[in-house]
């Protein structure tokens, strides 16, 4: 005997598959538009059915509460449910909340081995946060040789604090030999993109010559756009170099720093 749908049965069926006909890329496009409804109406059912794409936006919905009351507990779950299917972000936002003590209590280690997962599939930040896991010996324990392996990674895609840290270690011989070439290098790769801390570091190792001779000019630059964005020791800096200069040296480095135009991340 034939099956006989009611119309009311067919449209419900009928909707339902047209849900699922969308894709979480759709619903992506609605979330980047500001259109949290139709986000939420394309991601739920996919999520349900076991997208990790979906559940990852879906889960990104109720961590910023867009379209939905913020419930950090419900996100927790929903990254989960897509960092198991192996979705880097969605691993990675699984470790910062789980980091942070959002959705639950605090956990270093359960972090940790998240960021390792997403770190291991070339996630650029958390190859970052693994690396300061690691040197603050936060849910493992302490290893700045390994600290160092996972910033280098994520410097070589263009993490200028990833860069910063890295240079840190070289300068003080901490995981790495102590290599001031590589710190001003990796200073000066971090500075160029705008990075406040780099350019004052990278002030301070030219001012007192940690490659040779002191170069007061360049240290004058970067001490004035370490101080343009407010970094609190950068004042010291530049007037201390300053002192150094003649006024026109003074002037041209005042009109090179007035030039820089920071780099962007890539």
């Known amino acids: 005997m034939p099956i006989r749908l009611t119309t009311a049965l067919f449209a419900a069926l009928s909707l339902a598959a047209g849900a699922l006909a969308q894709t979480a890329q759709d619903g992506d496009a609605a ?11 394309i991601w739920a059912p996919l999520a349900e059915a076991g997208d990790a794409e979906a559940q990852l936006g879906l889960g990104r919905m109720y961590f910023f509460g867009h379209g939905v ?3 950090h507990a419900e996100a927790i779950r929903l990254y989960r449910l897509a960092a198991e299917q192996g979705l880097a972000r969605a691993q990675y936002n699984l470790g910062q909340m789980l980091r942070n003590g959002q959705g639950g209590p605090v956990d270093h280690a359960q972090a940790v081995y998240w960021y390792r997962a997403a770190a291991d599939q070339g996630f650029r930040d958390a190859q970052f946060n693994l690396g300061v896991m690691y040197e603050r010996g936060r849910g493992i324990d302490p290893d700045p040789a390994e600290a160092a392996r996972w910033y280098r990674l ?3 895609q263009g993490d200028d604090y990833a860069m910063y ?3 840190v270690l070289y300068r003080d011989g901490r995981g790495v030999e102590r290599d001031y070439e590589a710190a001003v290098h990796l200073f000066r790769q971090a500075a160029v993109m705008g990075l406040a801390p780099a350019q004052y570091n990278l002030g301070v190792m030219l ?5 040779g001779a002191p170069d007061y000019f360049e240290a004058y630059v970067w001490f ?3 101080a343009a964005q407010n970094h609190a020791e950068a004042w010291r800096g530049r007037d201390m170099a300053a002192r150094r200069l003649g006024e026109g040296e003074r002037l041209r480095a005042e009109a090179r720093a007035a ?3 920071p780099l962007g991340q890539n």
Do not use: K
């Open 207 to 211: 001012y007192e010559g940690d490659l």
């Open 224 to 226: 004035i756009l370490a």
């Open 259 to 261: 030039e820089f135009q």
């Open 154 to 156: 994520a410097a070589d």
């Open 69 to 71: 009351q913020s419930d």
């Open 31 to 41: 979330w980047r538009a500001g259109d949290y409804e139709t986000a939420r109406a």
């Open 165 to 167: 840290n890295l240079a």
